[in-house]
């Protein structure tokens, strides 16, 4: 059965850093840019969780290989460095339990917007990435979760290829679930 907010499909649950800003929803030129740079800020998630065995490679040249490590190993310290530094400047949101699909949002929490409102979501996906996904949303419903408030938002104007990253990302975290649940022991 398809939930109205959330959508068919995987769904990430868990707990990330992320405000609520009301405002009108953005559109044209200024959600155009909110798209290219949602895209690029998921892309560029997408490549540091990456596998990276680099099997085939170690195979036909080690050397090639160990030195890719090499940098990957110091753009790791570079973008920790430099979200330590952006996060003195300007500290990250409180983490919020939430339920994340390509199609809206779900927030637990007592601080969450009235229902009828629009506005933006910046959520953090990646510590690594101290840039926020800004997400345009309407609060259509909320219900409450025993002594908690669960906010219920669904995106608007989200280009194709962010909703297409938005899967691809929670599919990577489910993937991730998956695979470290078969290896914990019983």
């Known amino acids: 059965m398809s939930d109205p907010v959330l959508g068919e499909g995987l769904v990430f649950e868990g707990v990330l850093p992320l405000d609520w800003q009301e405002a009108p929803l953005p559109d044209g030129a200024e959600l155009a840019r909110w798209n290219a740079d949602g895209a690029l800020l998921l892309g560029a998630e997408a490549s540091l969780e990456e596998a990276r065995s680099h099997e085939a490679l170690k195979e036909e040249s080690p050397a090639l290989a160990h030195e890719l490590q090499r940098l990957e190993f110091k753009l790791d310290i570079l973008l920790r460095l430099t979200a330590e530094l952006a996060s003195h400047h300007s500290p990250l949101p409180a983490p919020q339990s939430l339920r994340l699909s390509s199609q809206g949002l779900e927030w637990t929490g007592a601080d969450g917007p009235r229902v009828g409102a629009t506005g933006i979501v910046r959520l953090y996906v990646n510590r690594a990435l ?5 997400l345009p949303c309407r609060v259509v419903d ?3 979760a025993g002594e908690r408030r ?6 608007m104007g989200l280009s194709d290829g962010v909703v297409e990253a938005l899967d691809r990302l929670i599919f ?7 695979a470290g649940a078969r290896h914990t022991p019983e």
């Open 150 to 155: 669960v906010v219920r938002l669904r995106f």
């Open 172 to 178: 990577r975290h489910h993937r991730r679930l998956v």
């Open 130 to 134: 101290p840039q926020p996904l800004r």
């Open 142 to 144: 909320e219900r409450r």
